[in-house]
């Protein structure tokens, strides 16, 4: 957002870019490890936490502010901004609501497993936890029970981008999907081995992934109502575990 792009990692890393070839460390005024960032309402908001969570926000990815989420337990584990709300979920299936990602709500999810990702598309948000089950939810409050994805539980980022699904994680597993039902294979390319994020920069149609060892990824044009991209990878920052991407028009972080 705003001409940025930011990646969080390890021990509170915070990296920008405008340009996805030159990246810029930022402090964080934290050591949290950091494994999710999105931004919504002009709003950076990066979180994570081994067993409790910890959230940062900033208005620019360069000065970061430290904010208090003590309504749920456990670290958070995925973000969400959609339909005017931020929405965390944590590693004991908690979730938390807000909408300006400083005063936050707890919002039963009805499960205790952790809330590997959280995707908002064609008016529903929808989540994802480790031991393969899916809730989904019209309005980010009430979250009944849907089919589980049993097949895919090594999944650790779900998106939704251009009218599809596009989900990914460790062991080199990628799919993608253009009803959140029907999933496809999905290859990678090298040094997708764990994939910890996936983000879509809508403006130039670009589909990117952050994995270990400092690896990115990214493909371009994707096809509206869904299709097998093909991924181009590089290194951002050698050594390092990214665990998390966003961006504005101009600017990644990590």
């Known amino acids: 957002g705003n001409g940025q792009g930011v990646f969080v990692g390890h021990l509170g890393n915070?990296?920008?870019?405008?340009?996805f070839t030159t990246f810029t460390a930022r402090v964080s005024s934290t050591t949290n490890t950091l494994y999710t960032v999105t931004f919504g309402n002009n709003t950076f908001v990066a979180a994570g936490g081994l067993s409790t969570p910890y959230v940062t926000t900033s208005s620019d990815g360069?000065?970061?502010?430290?904010?208090?989420?003590?309504?749920?337990?456990?670290?958070?584990?995925?973000?969400?901004?959609?339909?005017?709300?931020?929405?965390?979920?944590?590693?004991?299936?908690?979730?938390?609501?807000?909408?300006?990602?400083v005063t936050w709500a707890n919002t039963s999810s009805n499960d205790t497993s952790t809330i590997g990702s959280i995707v908002y598309g064609n008016g529903l948000y929808n989540l994802f936890t480790y031991s393969g089950n899916t809730r989904t939810s019209t309005?980010?409050?009430?979250?009944?029970?849907?089919?589980?994805?049993?097949?895919?539980?090594?999944?650790?980022?779900?998106?939704?981008?251009?009218?599809?699904?596009?989900?990914?994680?460790?062991?080199?597993?990628?799919?993608?999907?253009?009803?959140?039902?029907?999933w496809n294979t999905l290859i990678l390319g090298t040094g997708s081995n764990n994939v910890s994020d996936i983000h879509y920069r809508s403006f130039d149609n670009r589909l990117l992934f952050v994995a270990s060892?400092?690896?990115?990824?990214?493909?371009?044009?994707?096809?509206?109502?869904?299709?097998?991209?093909?991924?181009s990878t590089s290194i951002a920052a050698p050594g390092q575990n990214l665990n998390s991407i966003t961006s504005n028009d101009s600017t990644y972080i990590i």
Not at 14 to 19: E, K, P, Q, W
Not at 88 to 99: C, D, F, K
């Open 213 to 231: 060892g400092g690896y990115i990824g990214q493909a371009t044009g994707l096809v509206n109502g869904g299709s097998s991209p093909t991924f």
């Open 14 to 19: 915070i990296r920008t870019s405008n340009n």
């Open 62 to 101: 360069i000065a970061w502010a430290n904010q208090t989420l003590s309504v749920v337990t456990g670290g958070i584990r995925s973000i969400v901004y959609g339909n005017n709300l931020f929405i965390v979920g944590t590693t004991t299936g908690q979730l938390a609501t807000s909408t300006d990602a």
């Open 139 to 182: 309005d980010g409050f009430y979250w009944p029970k849907a089919p589980a994805l049993t097949t895919l539980t090594e999944l650790s980022r779900v998106i939704f981008a251009n009218n599809s699904f596009y989900a990914m994680g460790v062991n080199n597993v990628g799919r993608w999907s253009n009803n959140g039902l029907d």
